[in-house]
Nanobody, 124 residues
């Protein structure tokens, strides 16, 4: 089973930036994504990318977050700018068994492998 490990979380003030990284134990051509979750809420898709570079973003982060991947390093990134308190959550990296699609790339149930998560806290 693929192992995913996130890093880069932390605490920042509103308007600040963070860059999350996720190292995979195996290379994949399939869709990889970032999700986030707060207590009592469902896991929310944030951004996804496939090996062809197609990008998918939740409306709530468009223009502020940028997803990218380095296939040689087997690493997924999420650059988060203009962070707001509502971005506070545990952020998870995930790998899908499928290629990305407009229909399901931000749906958590379509992803097979998950990292343990990294906390992002944004204070006002």
């Amino acid at each position: 089973q693929r192992q995913l490990v996130e890093s880069g979380g932390g605490s920042v003030q509103s308007g600040g930036s963070l860059r999350l990284s996720c190292v995979s134990s195996e290379y994949t051509r399939h869709c990889m994504g970032w999700f986030r979750q707060t207590q009592g809420k469902e896991r929310e898709g944030v951004a996804a990318i496939d090996s062809d570079g197609r990008l998918f973003y939740a409306d709530t982060v468009k223009g502020r977050f940028t997803i990218s991947r380095d296939s040689a390093k087997k690493t997924l990134y999420l650059q988060m700018n203009s962070l707001q308190p509502e971005d506070t959550a545990v952020y998870y990296c995930a790998a899908s068994a499928f290629y990305c699609s407009d229909w399901y790339s931000l749906i958590a149930s379509t992803y097979a492998d998950w990292g343990p998560g990294t906390q992002v806290t944004v204070s006002s």
